[in-house]
């Protein structure tokens, strides 16, 4: 099994995450180029922070292996926007197409998939989750935890204090690292902050890095240089 999410979340740190806003060979590129660490892809998901609808695996397969073949680093995939989306044996796809982790609201997530061995598991909470309610979950398989704890009235707003501590509360209180999604509209002098509080990753998505293959190598590369200076 290829612990390689966990692996570059031990060593880092601060990792860097690109969710791409399409899954194209294109976008990949650039985010590679631009210093991403780890790379998400979604499939049978209608994603609301891009606007884009995302299809089934079947219509990615090519672009899959042309990412994975030019990527060394973790790959990680949305496997589906809700529990009726999620199929066994698309996930079996997947993994045989190298993917290394998954992430999905813990909502939205059949408990077979915690059974899945030859793949890292994450999870997301959104924000109508009680947060005093999560505790230990490594001992569940579990690789790291994202934070996806904004209001989606409030996509695209700047990061508040409050935000932080949130974060700040998260990794005192569950046992794996904690992630944090560009759902507010994150800068590279948040980074530090993020740090401070104990987050181990940000996931860049359109947000922050738009949908071009220049506005993604320019504004990951400005998060790339904040990370490398902490």
Known sequence: MSALLKQILKENKMTLIVSLPE??????????????????????VNHRASGNIFESVDSYVEVFRSIRDDFSGPL??????SFEDIRQSEMEQLIALGFNFYSIYAHDK????????KIEKTF?????YSLNTLGKVYHLGITALEASIIPGEEYGTPLTFRDVLAYNWLVQH???????????KLVPSDISILANAGVKAVMLGA???????????????????????L
């Open 23 to 44: 899954n194209r060979f294109d976008l990949a590129k650039a985010a590679i180029q631009a210093g991403a660490d780890a790379i998400k892809l979604h499939v049978n």
């Open 76 to 81: 990680g995939i949305v496997p589906g926007g």
């Open 110 to 117: 059949p408990s077979w998939m915690l059974g899945l061995d």
């Open 124 to 128: 997301a909470i959104s924000s109508d």
């Open 174 to 184: 569950v046992d794996v690292p904690v992630l944090v999604p560009s759902q507010r």
């Open 207 to 229: 947000i922050v890095i738009g949908n071009t293959e220049e506005s993604i190598q320019e504004r990951i590369s400005l998060f790339r240089k904040a990370i490398d200076l």
